[in-house]
């Protein structure tokens, strides 16, 4: 396994996959609905339980703006306006910036035993975090849920289920592991027994982890080359070779029915 790699996380016991709606509903648990048979094994369909595997980021930008809104109660809004916020909200900025960096410089790198790794939500973007919230099921443990400001919450150690791995090897596809909560010393945990509202089965993070296996859904380098693919619905510039200049119009012209320009090449890089 790889930093970048798209994977999906199997509970044998639900017989189902970890996952999340990511937009109205942020709780992670255990969906039972969504696995198809792939040849000789079991693998998501959905994806809803699809994560991409990012090192740990630097959170202490994060992490003060918090402390800040917790102290005065305000809302993500209230902080975004308050001029008192504004050189934190520039460092998180950074931060943000510096952390997309790392990601993308360390795509490929092979993640061990060990290492401590996010797990973000390939169609939200959002992370897999540890909350201070009791779980709704499981009174002994903690909710788990998807937040976009992730913080420390969102570092899981991955631990060995068994004892032929030891920390510092490297991490194979379909390989039983734990997720060891940094910030609370906590494992991610299911029980098949225990189903939400909704159907699925609660996963929170208490004492004794759950085992979870490791599919592969597309791998960093898949991805990578996917993303050279031309897909319909891209939003592409269209070149004109011998006049050195982009094709382009813009809504008035449309409305007129004036035909396309070519804007110079070089006038679109020093405006844009």
Not at 60 to 89: F, H, W
Not at 148 to 174: C, T, Y
Request: charged content about 30%.
């Amino acid at each position: 396994m790889h930093i970048g790699d798209r994977i999906s996380l199997f509970h044998e016991p639900s017989k189902g996959y970890l996952g999340a709606e990511g937009f109205s509903n942020m709780q992670v648990a255990i969906d039972v609905s969504d696995g198809i048979v792939a040849g000789d094994k079991t693998r998501s369909e959905s994806r809803d339980a699809i994560f991409v595997v990012h090192g740990a980021a630097n959170y202490n930008a994060t992490m003060q703006i918090k402390a800040y809104q917790e102290k005065n109660g305000m809302t993500v809004e209230e902080v975004q306006s308050d001029p008192r916020c504004r050189k934190l909200l520039l460092e998180k900025a950074k931060e943000d910036k510096l952390n997309l960096d790392e990601f993308e410089q360390s795509t490929g790198k092979p993640v061990r035993y060990g290492m401590v790794v996010q797990l973000q939500h390939d169609t939200s973007h959002k992370f897999i975090v540890v909350t201070r919230e009791s779980a709704e099921l499981n009174r002994d443990g903690r909710r788990v849920m998807l937040d976009g400001n992730a913080g420390e919450g969102a570092w899981f150690k991955i631990m060995p289920r068994l004892r032929v791995h030891s920390e510092g090897e490297k991490i194979h596809v379909d390989d039983p592991v734990m997720l060891e909560s940094v910030d609370s010393n906590l494992r991610l945990s299911a029980d098949p027994h225990s189903q939400l509202a909704d159907g699925r089965k609660e996963c929170s993070a208490a004492q004794n982890g759950s085992t979870f296996k490791l599919d592969l859904y597309r791998s960093y380098e898949m991805h990578r080359r996917a993303r050279q693919t031309l897909m319909g619905g891209q939003a592409v510039q269209l070149i004109h070779k011998e006049a050195d200049g982009y094709i382009g119009s813009d809504h008035r012209r449309a409305q007129l029915g004036l035909s396309v320009y070519v804007q110079n090449a070089e006038v679109m890089h020093k405006s844009g």
